[in-house]
Each structure stands twice: as C-alpha cells, then as structure tokens.
C-alpha cells in the first residue's frame, strides 16, 4: 500500500463523515473515509430526527432507514407538570418538525448516505483507526493508519476529523483538550406495550435524570429506544427504575445496550487550522440542551466537504481559506448551540419544583423559538408576564454561572 495518497482524508463515518465524504467526492475530490469500527452506527442514538432536518438536507426519507413516524412528543416534569407538542400545531416559521418527525434505523441511514459518496467515487476502510499524524511546513501530509496487524501511511492535502469524543484530529493538530460531556445510556427494548407509538416522550428534572433528561423513542408499538444522561450520578439505577415503573415498559426485555459520552459544552474553538477541518462530536457540534447532534453534524459535514473540494481545486488548503466551512456553519448552527448551551445553564441551576413551574407555564410555540430560532426574546417576555420572580430567579442564577464560567 506504499504510495497512497487521497486529496481528503475523512477520519470517522458518523453523519458528519459520511456527509463530508458524499459532499467532497461529488465535487470532484479525491476521498478517503477512515472508520475505526467494523460497522456503521455503533454510537447509541435515540435515532429521532425531524421531518425539517431530511428536508434541509436534501435526502428523500425511504422504507430502508424509516423505523417510525413521529406526530409530537410530551415533556414530563419531575412534579406532574406535562407539555404536549404536537408538529402541526406549530407556526412558527422556522420550525424544523413541521409534518413531525422519523425514528430511522441510524446504521440504515449512515449506509444510504456513504452509499451516496461511494458512488461519487469516494473510498471507505472499516476497522481502520488513525494513530498518528507526519506533518510537512505546519500541516498534517500524511495520516497514519492502523488497519488489522498493518500500519500504513496515507498522503494528502487535506484532513476533516469527524473522530466523536475522543478525536486524535482534535488532539493532535488543534491542540485541544476533553470537553465537557454527559454519559448516556441507552436500551433498545422489545416487548413493549406502546399505547401512543408516534408520540416521542422526554422527562427532566432530577428525579428522572439529575442534570440531564430521559427519552423514550417509540420504534412501533413493541419496540423503544430508552436512555437517559445523568451527570453526578449513575446512569444504570435510574434507566432501570424507569423502566421497571413505567407501564408501557416494565414486562419488555432489553435486546441491545450501549453507553457513549455526549459533549454539552458547545462549540469547541478553532474550527480549522492548515491542512485540517473538525467536524460532529469532535467539534462539539450538539445542541447542549437537548444533545441534538445529527443534523448539525450532517450541515457542518456537508459544508466541510464543500469547502475541502474547493479548496482542493484552488490549491489553497490554509486556515484562512478553510474558514469559510467555519463561518457558514456558525452561521447556521452557532446561535442555536449558544443559546442550547445558556438553557442548559439555567435548567441545571432549578431545583425539580421550579422546573415543574416552568413547563407549567411555558408557551410551546415560545419554546419552540428558543430552540429553533433560536429567538429567546417572546420566551422571556412571556415567563416574565406570568411569573417574574421565577424569572429573576433563573436569569439571576444563569448570569451568575456564566460569570463564574468566565473567571470575573
């Protein structure tokens, strides 16, 4: 294998990867995608994904990824309180659920998008782990790969590190250290007995999860994702109470179970650098408050590849030039992932009762905006009208945390 060289090494095959490879390849690029397990999807995910998100990336939903049609979800406090949201009864223009939402089979969809870049062209190795980097005029040249028994080095101009959690991209050539995470667990449940199986169900405050939230993702009415995210605390004890006091839940039996560290701490700085681009988890690329990683991995990977391709063909692969794929994502995602991450703030400084208060109180189309939009102003002004010590409450601790967080 002496000689190998690619335009674009793409280190990770999550949405991300296979976003980056199908966009580059179809641009013209030589790819590679390097993947270090044996298979797609092996992450947990609650594989909920809004109609909007298919939409806005171009990809036709089919019957070979497509477990399940979403119309709502309900929200459960820790105290009683529960919100229902319904797709169709949103306005708001910039809502992403319009229609509803998927459950997708995550390996099944991985598959239909890299099937995409492999028919542009680009290239893909399984069970292939990048280990190190040879690096040329303050640039990464080549990437070292560990494949079986054999170590081989591949040349390129470019590399996109989309290597989740534990990037080396990130590690090695931006110098980064951990982020701030949450552990989740998830099981994959057969046997249950669903009554309302197009109805998405989450549950916040500490009784349910301390200073994360639980899920319950219908596949159909005898199958579920259920997991949680807990900081503090052990997942474990808290997943099994759940499911051992919910009706729909209790007589099911776990057929898979799979845990992973989430980032909640926002977008990891820089996004680029010569010679490299960091993409997904890598880049911290979720949503903090609700741990939506999918769609802006897929937007940023998409991009990236974009820029790669371009890149590639003007000859030009600095850190000035690829910060276009910076600039356009943050344009996109970065106000949403700014305002996720002072929502998760605020929620983790309320004790269960207040929380319970504010799903009470909440208007759905203004928590919709905050997410979506993300326009905070009509949430506030809201909560403020019905209950402004509750409000000077969670502001008062929020400016406190984030001035905390910033040493002053």
Same mark, same amino acid.
């Given at each position: ?24 390849? !179809? ?34 939903? +089919? +019957? ?27 306005? @708001?223009?910039?809502?992403?659920? +319009?229609?509803?939402? @998927? ?21 893909? /190795? ?39 959690? /534990? ?10 250290? #951990?982020? !701030? ?5 998830? @099981? ?19 009784? /349910?999860?301390?200073?994360? @939230? ?73 949503? #903090? ?6 769609? #802006? ?35 996109? /995602? ?53 209950? #402004? ?20």
């Amino acid at each position: 294998m002496a000689g190998l060289h690619y335009d674009v090494v793409i280190i990770g095959a999550g949405p991300a990867g296979v976003s980056a490879a199908k966009r580059a390849a !179809e641009l013209g690029a030589d790819v590679l995608i390097l993947e270090k397990e044996a298979e797609l999807g092996v992450k947990p995910c609650g594989e909920g994904v809004l109609k909007g998100v298919l939409r806005e990336l171009g990809i036709r939903p +089919r +019957r070979e990824f497509i477990r399940n049609e979403l119309k709502g979800a309900y929200i459960f406090g820790p105290k009683g309180a529960v919100l229902r949201v319904l797709a169709d009864e949103i306005k @708001y223009e910039k809502f992403r659920g +319009r229609g509803g939402g @998927y459950i997708v089979d995550k390996r099944a969809f991985l598959e239909h998008v890299l099937s995409g870049a492999l028919e542009a062209g680009a290239n893909a /190795w399984f069970s292939s782990k990048a280990i190190a980097f040879k690096m040329e005029g303050g640039r990464p040249k080549a990437v070292v790969v560990k494949r079986g028994s054999d170590v081989v080095e591949v040349s390129c101009s470019l590399v996109i590190g989309c290597d989740g959690y /534990w990037s080396i991209t990130a590690k090695k050539l931006f110098g980064l250290g #951990p982020q !701030e995470v949450i552990p989740c667990l998830q @099981y994959v449940l057969d046997g249950c007995s669903i009554s309302e199986p197009d109805m998405a169900r989450a549950y916040v405050g500490r009784r /349910w999860a301390p200073l994360g @939230y639980l899920w319950v993702f219908p596949r159909g009415p005898s199958s579920a994702n259920v997991g949680l995210g807990v900081r503090g605390c052990a997942a474990k004890p808290y997943l099994e109470k759940f499911i051992r006091n919910d009706e729909e839940l209790k007589n099911a039996r776990v057929r898979e179970a799979k845990a992973a560290l989430v980032p909640i701490g926002g977008l990891r700085e820089p996004l680029v650098v010569d010679g490299a681009m960091l993409c997904g988890d890598a880049a911290g690329q979720v949503v #903090p408050i609700t741990g939506e990683g999918i769609h #802006p991995a897929m937007t940023a990977g998409f991009i990236a590849g974009e820029v790669a391709a371009k890149a590639i063909q003007e000859g030009d692969v600095s850190a000035s030039r690829l910060r276009e794929y910076e600039e356009r994502f943050k344009e996109r /995602w970065g106000p949403v992932i700014e305002v996720g991450l002072l929502a998760r703030k605020a929620f983790e400084v309320l004790p269960d009762d207040k929380i319970d208060r504010v799903l009470r109180l909440l208007d759905v189309e203004k928590g919709v905006m905050v997410i979506d939009g993300p326009d905070i102003g009509p949430f506030v002004l809201d909560l403020l009208s019905k209950d #402004p010590d509750l409000c000077a409450e969670i502001f008062g601790s929020l400016v406190q945390e984030v001035v905390a967080s910033a040493g002053c």
